[in-house]
Every structure is written in structure tokens, then in C-alpha cells.
């Protein structure tokens, strides 16, 4: 009887092109929406070199400290400069094209000419007081005691750094993934149509269909498990392929815990299940306004961990961290970040456990209150 309740449900849900389309093509849809938003977002806080020319003029040939200390620093792949060599007539022509950021003369004192305020040329600004702060110094100690000349020269080639670069076992931090994140929670929460369903479709007092179960020679909840396993298998795997389309389409990092992000992906279809049946079993409404109560809950949920503005959740993580602990989609979405993030899984667990206590709770009221649940007449 199982196999059979099994097999007839997949059809009905397979057939279903409305709950079909908002559980998996709709998440997809906006996957690809986010893509295009969010792509270009971390790009622009990737430092580019500022582009400067120095006057080629007497000074500049004079100054050999200045020009090779420019020069080095305009070499190599972490270089702060791109460096150009050129006339004060020709600085002058490209930096009114806006070409440059800014052209330094090596006069005494040394200047910086520039046409408008910005970050890189405060950069160039803080490049050449840092230059001449470090020139004066040396100048003053060598007009005091000569002997420390070669010390001093010794000294300047040696740079000490205090902060040791170690590999971090988790991803590179990226708060973009966190709305993706969201969304596969929201995703999962909105298997809750099924879930929905499925109590609607042994509720005598909603349909026919409804009716014809309950008067139907087989126990209710064996009725209910094989429907409801179904449900979770057409869910499981539409979250299946919205992860292989975020992982190997849109390139969304998930991090190298591979069997735990299935775990999580499966429980967290079990929470949208549970949520949906729980929904329905609670409110003796029709099926209309389930469906809106199921669609606002997820929606102000998903807000709340962050899904439409990313610094709502740690406004609220702040300010009222209890909110934090009792929204399953934040709680969701916390854990696959932590799954990317984080070399430890104590506070992953510490969302799965209590997201499994949801979990618990949504089935134990869904239970009592249908098991309890007569008909005078059908």
C-alpha cells in the first residue's frame, strides 16, 4: 500500500505546474536575478594601481633617492604605482583628460599636482609625506653623527613586518554568498506548499478529495507518511539541482564539506515540509489563506535573515539576537555559512540542533492537532 499511495502522489505532484514552478524554476529565476545584481559587487574593493607621471625635469634627474625609491614601488604585481616619465606640458594634458590621477614635481620641496580630491590622491599624498618625513629624519641623523650613515642606509633596506599571513582552512570571506544562502533557505521552507498539501488532502472539511481518503479503508497517517515521502523526494531534488545550478552555473562558493552541505539541504527541506503541514493543520482556514499565511511567514522570515538587505541580520544578531535563534530560515542559512566559512562546526551544529528542534516542534503540534481532529458527517 505504501508503494502505491508512493507512486500515485509523485504523479499528482510531477503534474502539479504551479507548486512545480515556484519551488524550483522560480528559485532558479532568481538565482540568475541575483547573479546579475551581485557579480560586480566585490570587484570594485580590489586595488588597482594609481596611475601617476613624474615631470621629467632637472630636479628629477638630481634627486637619485627620490626616482629609485618611485620606481620601486611602481614595479611588480603588488605595485602601488603605474609610472611614467614625461614632460610637465604632457602631466599637465592628461591630467585635465582625467588620464592620471595626479603628476609629482621633484622641487624642493617635492609637489603634487592634482585636479580633484579622491582616494588615490590621498594615496599619492600619503606616499610623499611619508618620503619626506622619512628623508628629514635620516637627513637630521646624519648631519648630527655622520658615522651612522651606512647604518642608516643598512636599516632603511630592512623592513620588518609584525602580522604573520597563514592560510585559512575556510572560504575567503564574501558576505554576496549569504543572499544565495537565503534563498536556498527560502527555498527549502517553500517545499511548505507541499507540506500544505498534504494535510489539506486528509482533511475531510477541504475537498472531495479530502473526504474520500478519510472514508477510505487505511489508517490516516500511514496515508499521510507514504504522501508526505513523496513530497520529500520531488523537494529533496528540486533543491538538488538549484545547488548544482548555484555551484557549476552562477560559481556561488559552498565550501569543501560536501556531505554536510547535502545533509543541511535535506533537513532543511524536512523543516519546509514540517513548516507547511504545520501551517495548515494550525489555522482552520481555507486553502487560499494558508497559502497566503505560508507565503507572508516565509517572506518576513527571509527578510529578517537578510535575504533583501544583508545588514537587517546583523542588525538584528545585534539588537535582538533571540529573533536571530527563533527564524528557521535564518538559522538556515547561518549553517551553510558556517559550512563555507569556518574551520570549526560547533556553531553549525548549534543551528542544525535547534533547527531540528523546529523541526520536532512542527510535527508534534501537526500530529495532535489531526489526530484529534473529527468529522460529524462526510
Given at each position: 500500500?505504501?508503494?502505491?499511495?508512493?507512486s500515485?502522489?509523485?504523479?499528482?505532484?510531477?503534474r502539479?505546474?504551479?507548486?512545480?514552478?515556484?519551488?524550483?524554476?522560480?528559485?532558479?529565476?532568481?538565482?540568475?536575478f541575483?547573479?546579475?545584481a551581485?557579480?560586480n559587487?566585490?570587484t570594485?574593493e580590489?586595488?588597482?594601481?594609481?596611475?601617476?607621471?613624474?615631470v621629467?625635469?632637472?630636479?628629477?634627474?638630481?634627486?637619485?633617492?627620490?626616482r629609485?625609491?618611485?620606481?620601486?614601488v611602481?614595479?611588480g604585481?603588488?605595485?602601488?604605482?603605474?609610472l611614467t616619465?614625461?614632460?610637465?606640458?604632457?602631466?599637465?594634458?592628461?591630467?585635465?583628460?582625467?588620464?592620471?590621477?595626479?603628476?609629482?614635481?621633484?622641487?624642493?620641496?617635492?609637489?603634487?599636482?592634482i585636479?580633484?580630491?579622491g582616494?588615490n590622491?590621498?594615496?599619492?599624498?600619503?606616499?610623499?609625506?611619508s618620503?619626506?618625513?622619512?628623508?628629514?629624519?635620516?637627513?637630521?641623523i646624519?648631519?648630527?653623527?655622520?658615522?651612522?650613515?651606512?647604518?642608516?642606509?643598512d636599516?632603511?633596506a630592512i623592513?620588518?613586518?609584525?602580522?604573520?599571513e597563514?592560510d585559512?582552512?575556510?572560504?575567503?570571506p564574501?558576505?554576496?554568498?549569504?543572499?544565495?544562502?537565503?534563498?536556498i533557505?527560502?527555498?527549502?521552507?517553500?517545499?511548505?506548499?507541499?507540506?500544505?498539501?498534504?494535510i489539506?488532502?486528509?482533511q475531510?472539511?477541504?475537498?472531495?478529495a479530502a473526504?474520500?481518503v478519510n472514508v477510505?479503508?487505511i489508517?490516516k497517517?500511514?496515508?499521510?507518511?507514504?504522501s508526505?515521502?513523496?513530497s520529500?523526494?520531488v523537494?529533496?531534488?528540486?533543491?538538488?539541482?538549484?545547488?548544482?545550478?548555484?555551484?557549476?552555473i552562477?560559481?556561488?562558493?559552498?565550501g569543501n564539506?560536501i556531505?554536510?552541505?547535502?545533509l543541511?539541504t535535506?533537513?532543511?527541506?524536512?523543516?519546509?515540509?514540517?513548516?507547511?503541514?504545520?501551517i495548515?493543520?494550525?489555522?482552520?482556514?481555507?486553502e487560499?489563506?494558508?497559502?497566503?499565511i505560508?507565503i507572508?511567514?516565509?517572506?518576513?522570515?527571509?527578510?529578517?535573515?537578510?535575504?533583501?538587505?544583508?545588514?537587517?541580520?546583523?542588525i538584528?544578531s545585534?539588537?535582538?539576537?533571540?529573533?536571530?535563534?527563533?527564524n528557521?530560515?535564518?538559522?538556515?542559512?547561518?549553517a551553510?555559512?558556517?559550512?563555507?566559512?569556518?574551520d570549526?562546526?560547533?556553531?553549525?551544529?548549534?543551528?542544525?540542533?535547534?533547527?531540528?528542534?523546529f523541526?520536532?516542534?512542527?510535527?508534534?503540534?501537526?500530529?495532535?492537532?489531526?489526530?484529534?481532529?473529527?468529522?460529524?458527517?462526510l
Open positions: 500500500m505504501f508503494v502505491h499511495i508512493f500515485y502522489r509523485l504523479k499528482c505532484l510531477l502539479d505546474k504551479v507548486t512545480i514552478f515556484w519551488t524550483m524554476l522560480f528559485p532558479l529565476l532568481l538565482a540568475t541575483f547573479q546579475l551581485f557579480s559587487l566585490t570594485g580590489k586595488f588597482k594601481p594609481v596611475t601617476i607621471i613624474a621629467d625635469n632637472a630636479a628629477w634627474q638630481k634627486n637619485n633617492t627620490f629609485r625609491v618611485l620606481e620601486d611602481s614595479t604585481e603588488d605595485r602601488l604605482f603605474n616619465v614625461a614632460s610637465e606640458e604632457e602631466a599637465n594634458r592628461l591630467l585635465l583628460g582625467n588620464k592620471i590621477s595626479g603628476y609629482i614635481v621633484a622641487d624642493e620641496p617635492i609637489r603634487l599636482v585636479n580633484k580630491s582616494i590622491q590621498s594615496i599619492i599624498k600619503s606616499f610623499i609625506d618620503y619626506m618625513q622619512n628623508y628629514s629624519t635620516f637627513e637630521r646624519v648631519n648630527e653623527d655622520p658615522s651612522k650613515h651606512k647604518q642608516l642606509v636599516t632603511a623592513r620588518q613586518t609584525f602580522i604573520h597563514t585559512f582552512p575556510g572560504g575567503e564574501n558576505y554576496i554568498v549569504n543572499y544565495f544562502y537565503t534563498l533557505a527560502m527555498t527549502c521552507f517553500y517545499g511548505g506548499f507541499m507540506g500544505m498539501r498534504e489539506n488532502d486528509i475531510a472539511n477541504i475537498s472531495p473526504a474520500r477510505a479503508p489508517h497517517l500511514k496515508a499521510f507518511l507514504s508526505s515521502a513523496a520529500l523526494l523537494q529533496y531534488s528540486e533543491m538538488l539541482i538549484l545547488l548544482a545550478y548555484l555551484k557549476f552562477l560559481n556561488v562558493g559552498f564539506r556531505g554536510l552541505i547535502f543541511t535535506f533537513i532543511g527541506s524536512i523543516a519546509g515540509l514540517s513548516f507547511g503541514a504545520f495548515s493543520a494550525l489555522f482552520k482556514k481555507s487560499g489563506a494558508k497559502t497566503g505560508l507572508l511567514s516565509t517572506m518576513v522570515c527571509s527578510f529578517l535573515a537578510g535575504m533583501m538587505q544583508l545588514s537587517i541580520k546583523y538584528i545585534q539588537k535582538a539576537p533571540l529573533l536571530s535563534w527563533i528557521p530560515l535564518n538559522l538556515l542559512t547561518d551553510f555559512y558556517c559550512l563555507y566559512y569556518y570549526t562546526l560547533s556553531r553549525y551544529m548549534l543551528n542544525m540542533t535547534i533547527l531540528l528542534a523541526i520536532l516542534l512542527f510535527c508534534s503540534v501537526t500530529y495532535f492537532i489531526i489526530r484529534r481532529r473529527k468529522y460529524a458527517s
